[in-house]
């Protein structure tokens, strides 16, 4: 494993890409529980929309698979929403490389104002995002559920430097979780990034303690690491490995033979699983407690 301060091997891709992903979770408190199954994701770098030449893949309309920009809002994870929210209504959003640049530099903005980035009074010293990339769920047959999308930016010398992890819940809720370094400098594959719990996911787990992030982002490996802690005793250990695959039509075909039920697969392991813990291990079900006025999270790792 390279030292923090060693280059960062980041490869960005410009084109849109399948990725076919292991998601792990393994649960240590206080019933022990540990699944794997496969999933499909789609990588979608800016203006990928431009570059769609597929028959079973549609940008805002029904196909077989789909993305529509509806499910994904940068506009509504700002920590002050009064004071940091664009001009622009939800209706009139486009996902294309200048909206989204705008956006992403919008929530930035925002956690400086919030003096969660240490910029020595000077903001020009801060790196702008020069580029952004999606991970999620596509919609298959017009339905998706996303218990977690990862926002990528990157600077001009295709460093990641931030990341927004927009968290779903079963009850129709979502939270996002802003990480970045102080002055944001590169985020390295072996760092991890730590935040409060914010937001209720599991009912099975109160809203207390912090999870830590992991982002691996190589030439043939992009894989995810979200850990769950309280009291600095391990509660949750998930990942998401991923590999880069041609988005084309032949491969979403075989996708979906290979799993043909990919559409409900994640919502339907998640309340599986949920029975499991409640039914057969006895764990305590806790309810859904109010929602936080903000949607977004910045954090730990920052000078405040």
């Given amino acids: ?24 979770h393994a649960r240590s408190v206080p019933k022990a529980n540990k699944f794997e199954y496969d999933n ?20 805002n309309r029904f196909n077989l698979f789909s993305f529509f920009d509806s499910d994904h809002s940068l506009l509504n994870c700002h920590p002050e929403p009064s004071s940091c929210h664009p001009e622009r209504s939800e209706g009139s959003r486009e996902t294309n490389s200048e909206s989204l640049l705008k956006e992403f530099q919008e929530i930035l ?27 999620s769920h596509p919609r298959i047959l017009g339905y998706a559920f996303n218990p977690a999308s990862f926002w990528l930016g990157f600077d001009e010398e295709e460093n990641l430097i931030v990341s927004l992890v927009e968290v779903r819940n079963t009850f129709g ?12 400098s590169p985020i390295f594959s072996n760092q991890w990034l730590e935040s409060d719990k914010e937001f209720h996911v599991s009912p099975f787990f109160e809203k207390k303690g912090n999870y830590k992030f992991r982002f691996v982002v190589k030439e043939n490996q992009l894989d995810f690491y979200i850990n769950y802690y309280v009291d600095n005793q391990l509660q949750l250990a998930t990942s998401l490995k991923c590999h880069y695959q041609e988005l084309s039509d032949k491969n979403l075909i075989i996708s979906l033979i290979k799993m043909p039920f990919l559409m409900f697969k994640t919502i339907f392991l998640i309340h599986f699983q949920a ?6 291990k006895g764990t ?3 309810s859904l407690p109010p929602k936080l006025g903000s949607n977004l999270t910045i954090n730990k790792n920052v000078k405040k």
Wanted: aromatic content about 14%; overall charge positive.
């Fill in 1 to 24: 494993m390279a030292e923090l301060g060693a280059k960062l091997e980041t490869i960005v891709l410009k084109k849109p890409m399948l990725l076919q992903g292991r998601v792990m």
């Fill in 173 to 184: 809720q979502k939270h996002s979780y802003l990480l970045f370094n102080e002055n944001l």
């Fill in 40 to 59: 499909l994701y789609f990588y979608l770098p800016l203006g990928f929309k431009e570059q769609l030449k597929n028959k079973f893949f549609s940008f």
């Fill in 275 to 280: 029975f499991k813990l409640w039914v057969f």
């Fill in 284 to 286: 305590k079900y806790h």
């Fill in 109 to 135: 903005r925002c956690a400086q104002d919030d003096k969660r980035i240490s910029h020595n009074d000077n903001k020009n010293k801060i790196p702008p995002v020069k580029n952004v990339i999606l991970i």
